[in-house]
Nanobody, 122 residues
Framework: QVQLVESGGGLVQAGNSLRLSCAAS????????MGWFRQAPGQEREFVAA???????YYSNSVKGRFTISRDNAKNTVYLQMNSLNSEDTAVYYC????????????????WGQGTQVTVSS
């Protein structure tokens, strides 16, 4: 069992940055591949970024070069650093954990956090 709690969301102006955190309990994040997804109103939950057990990362094309996913095993926490935010980044952001190697699809994930709201204003 893994419990995930996101934090760090809020309201920011376009062009600014925000850092999200996902604190895990129950098991260490190093035992899982960790992913970030986001969901805007009326839209499907979409893949954003993931980090595997090895530390290898993967990003959606829409955030590549702007977002960085990282993991701190000592703190049992996964982060999402979001730079150059724009209005299209507005969504509820969820972190998730999976023991499957495929990380880009929602069905791979066994555990989900409750989400944190990110709103980007002009």
């Amino acid at each position: 069992q893994v419990q995930l709690v996101e934090s760090g969301g809020g309201l920011v102006q376009a062009g600014n940055s925000l850092r999200l955190s996902c604190a895990a309990s129950g098991r260490t994040v190093s035992s899982y591949a960790m992913g970030w997804f986001r969901q805007a109103p009326g839209q499907e939950r979409e893949f954003v970024a993931a980090i595997w057990w090895s530390g290898t990362t993967y990003y959606s094309n829409s955030v590549k070069g702007r977002f960085t996913i990282s993991r701190d095993n000592a703190k049992n926490t996964v982060y999402l650093q979001m730079n150059s935010l724009n209005s299209e980044d507005t969504a509820v952001y969820y972190c998730a954990a999976t023991k499957k190697p495929v990380v880009v699809v929602r069905s791979s994930y066994d555990y989900w956090g409750q989400g944190t709201q990110v709103t980007v204003s002009s």
